[in-house]
Structures are given as C-alpha cells and as structure tokens.
C-alpha cells in the first residue's frame, strides 16, 4: 500500500494561475512546471492557435487547463481575456506577466526610431501595467495572490545599443516594488524574476545558427557568465514555483535574478 502524498510548500494545487505569451518558451515553461505542482493554467498568447496547442499539451496532465487569445499591448483585449478567465475559473490567484519582446535594431539611442521605441514599451511595460491593472481587483476581491513579472538582468545592469528594452525591463523592476509596497495590504506579493540569456526556441535560432558573426556574439556573450552557458526555461520556470508558492510567503519586492551569474560583476581573465 502506498504511502499518501506529502504536502509541499512549492505545491500549488488548486490555484489558479494566468500566463502571458504562455504558449512558447519561459512562460509555456512555466505552465508546465506550474501543473506539475496542482496549478490549473489559463495560456494567454497573441497567437491564439499556438495558445491552445499548449493548453492541450496541459490539460493532459489538468483537464481544465485552458487557452485565450490575448494582446497585452491592446487594452481591449486584455480587458477580454481577463474577463474570459474569471467567467471560466471564478478566480486568479496567480498572474506571470511573461509577455516581452526584444529590440530589433542595434543601435545607439540618437538612431533608435519612435515607433520601435513604443513598439517595445507597448509590450515589455504598458502591457504588464495593463494586465496586472485588470486582474489586481479580482485578487483583492479573493484575499490576495501572488504577480510574478518577467524582468531581465538588462534592467538591472544596462547594455549597450538596446536603450528600449533596457529602459522597459529597468522600469519592470521599480514598477514590480512599487506594486509590492501597494498591495501587500491585500495579501498580494508582487515579485520579479531576472533571467539571464535563455535558451528558448528564438534565442536559439538567433544567437545558434551556423552563421560566423552569430557564432561570435554567442562566444562574447557567453565569456561573461561565468557558468559557461545559457539558462533553460525550466530553470528560469523554477523561480516562478518557488514565487508562488507558499515557500515565498514572506517574499514581496524581490528581484530574483537568474543568471547563470552574469550580474555577480565576473571579468573574464582581468
């Protein structure tokens, strides 16, 4: 006879979590691991089809796992997909504001054109203030929850020619502290997490292709982590289970960087 499951303080059944751009990379990782703890995922993607490829993947595991189509830089739909979350689950105890885009055009800031700089700050900072701003009632209304923003180690230490994802990810971190400070009133801790270069499906056709200049910015990148290599997303999707869980439960205004130890300030053969 087998022995009854022990509980965990990294278990999250029963709770209900909201994922943006959940269908790929970070965030589907994160749906993962967030079901293999109990959690029942809402998949939010602008790539409606790609959402619900990944819902089915989950619901094999949580039957009610579900998938909406949603835009985090149009008010409209963001309104709509919270909206279609509530009708569905009644609650959201958990939101990760994963939804994020990078900067085209490396360039020096005097070059970087308007419409690419409010085309990254739609998504990277106008988008989590207005899906957070959507769902923070709900959570007060329920007694609390956890918000777990998807920063960058570049929002803590800025890099060169990226000034609009730099800017983005930077007002992440202070906007993730300003919400803690707001919230935790109401039982909602508000926390970050800062992942360092990450291998997803895009990084990986970018930085590792068989194309030579590729090749050597993927050498200089990696010379300044000094684990030799970038992060998975299930390792980044490991900080989000501890942020919201009831490990984290004294945890709010926090920057949890995960890097491989990029931002520890290591100079390779100083």
């Known amino acids: ?16 979590a909201l994922v943006t751009w959940g269908a790929q990379g970070i965030g589907q990782a994160i749906g993962r691991a967030f079901v293999d703890r109990g959690a029942v995922v809402m998949v ?21 796992c579900r998938s909406v189509a949603l835009d985090v830089a149009t008010e409209a739909s963001v309104a709509s997909g919270v ?6 689950f009644g609650r959201v105890d958990i939101l990760v504001n994963n939804a994020g885009i990078g900067t085209y055009d490396r360039v020096t800031i005097e ?11 739609a998504v990277d900072l106008d988008g989590l203030f207005l899906v957070s701003r959507q ?3 709900h959570m007060i209304k329920g007694g609390g929850g956890r918000i777990i ?3 960058s180690v570049l929002g803590l230490v800025p890099a060169r020619l990226q000034s ?11 906007l993730t502290r300003s919400m803690a400070i707001e919230l935790a009133p109401h039982g909602i801790l508000v926390n970050a997490i800062a992942p360092g270069s990450t291998l997803t499906q895009a990084t990986r056709q970018l930085f590792y292709s068989q194309d030579g200049i590729q090749a050597q910015k993927v050498q200089s990148m990696l010379s300044h982590i000094p684990m030799g290599r970038p992060g998975e997303p299930e390792e980044i999707a490991m900080g989000a289970v501890f942020l919201a869980s009831p490990a984290a439960s004294y945890v709010t205004g926090a920057v949890l960087t995960i890097d491989g130890g990029w ?8």
């Not at 993607?45 to 959402?51: G, K, P, R, T, V």
């Not at 909206?83 to 569905?88: K, P």
């Not at 931002?263 to 100083?270: E, M, N, Q, S």
């Open 149 to 151: 923003n998807i920063a």
């Open 44 to 64: 939010s993607d602008i790539d409606e089809a790609s959402a619900a490829r990944t819902a089915a993947e989950l619901a094999q595991r949580e039957p009610r």
């Open 111 to 121: 070059r970087v054109r308007y419409d690419e700089w409010r085309r990254l700050l």
């Open 83 to 88: 909206r279609s979350t509530i009708e569905q």
């Open 1 to 16: 006879m087998s022995e009854p499951r022990r509980e965990s303080p990294f278990d999250l059944i029963g709770k209900i």
């Open 135 to 137: 769902v923070i009632p």
């Open 263 to 270: 931002t520890a300030g290591y100079l390779r053969d100083f």
């Open 164 to 174: 609009p994802y730099v800017a983005a990810k930077g007002a992440v971190v202070n």
